[in-house]
């Protein structure tokens, strides 16, 4: 597999000359959050996290996210976190785009270079630390484990976009390709998170309108994205939230690939208010 790039904030804060508009905009079907916002005056700094600073970019909150949050942690030379998770019935996705990270996963150490994945199952014993000496950047996503009765929680493994080959989608010649990192036949997983690429060209041909909710990072390249009725033109570093049936399709723009990690939930049968119970928000 040729070398890969994963954009990563700018940070710091634009000139004072620089004009406000931009491409940031919020609606009930969609987010668009573009790589020019994650500056340093909106990062957020987590409890037991050392040298360590966050872009928090989707969270369960009204009109926006439902189902997890997602944020892209900046550590320090040395720094880390012993006490990461808060919540024992949380799993994650760690996924590094720079630098390197060391994780401790159930007493076992693993160094994440860009590319490197882990999946961390709820109630997991895990730390990380920053094991180079340049900064290492890395999503964080986070979702409330729904367990199923007779079906065992999944393991944690650690894994690389290096290691895992993309799977061309079906009649699309290669132009369109999903990396996947986990099985989708496999019922214990009830979130995926995997990197979709897009050759110069290739496009989603027709609006997905579907029950995932999304959270979109784009690791590289540029596109034109339908979310709802708008064309939307994204790049590298922009991140997108899409509820759940929000129609959405694209064409990658070129010169070069066009690739983002891809959030969705899966495998689970809708829950349902109980008869007489007040309707969900």
Same mark, same amino acid.
Request: glycine share 8%.
């Given at each position: ?51 360590? !600073? ?28 012993? !006490? ?50 340049? =900064? ?10 729904? =367990? ?5 929680? =999944? ?10 080959? =993309? ?12 990396? !996947? ?101």
């Amino acid at each position: 597999m040729s070398a890969r790039s994963y954009f990563t904030p700018v940070a710091g804060l634009p000139p004072q000359q620089t004009l406000l508009t931009d491409r940031a905009v919020i609606t009930e079907a969609y987010t668009v959050i573009p790589r020019g916002v994650l500056r340093d005056i909106v990062t957020s700094y987590f409890p037991h996290w050392q040298s360590a !600073r966050a872009w928090v970019l989707s969270r369960p909150v009204a009109g926006f996210a439902t189902t997890f949050s997602q944020s892209i942690v900046e550590l320090e030379p040395g720094g880390g976190s012993e !006490r990461p998770e808060p919540d024992a019935h949380v799993e994650c996705v760690l996924f590094v785009m720079a630098g390197e990270l060391r994780l401790t996963l159930d007493n076992a150490k693993h160094t994440l270079a860009p590319g490197g994945y882990a999946y961390v199952a709820p109630a997991a014993r895990w730390s990380v630390a920053n094991a180079g000496r340049e =900064p290492a950047c890395f999503h964080w996503i986070r979702k409330a484990y729904q =367990p199923l009765d007779g079906i065992d929680a =999944p393991e944690c493994f650690v894994t690389s976009d290096h290691d895992v080959e =993309p799977v061309p989608m079906p009649d699309t010649d290669g132009a369109w390709a999903t990396t !996947r990192f986990v099985d989708s036949g496999d019922l214990r997983h009830d979130m995926h998170v995997n990197i979709v690429t897009f050759q110069p060209g290739g496009s989603i041909p027709f609006a997905e309108t579907h029950v995932m909710e999304h959270g979109l990072y784009v690791l590289e390249g540029k596109a034109v994205y339908r979310l709802n009725q708008d064309w939307v033109e994204v790049e590298a570093g922009d991140y997108m939230w899409l509820r759940a049936f929000c129609p959405q399709a694209c064409y990658a723009g070129g010169p070069g690939l066009f690739r983002y990690l891809l959030y969705k939930d899966v495998n689970r049968i809708p829950t349902l208010p109980v008869p007489g119970a007040p309707a969900p928000a």
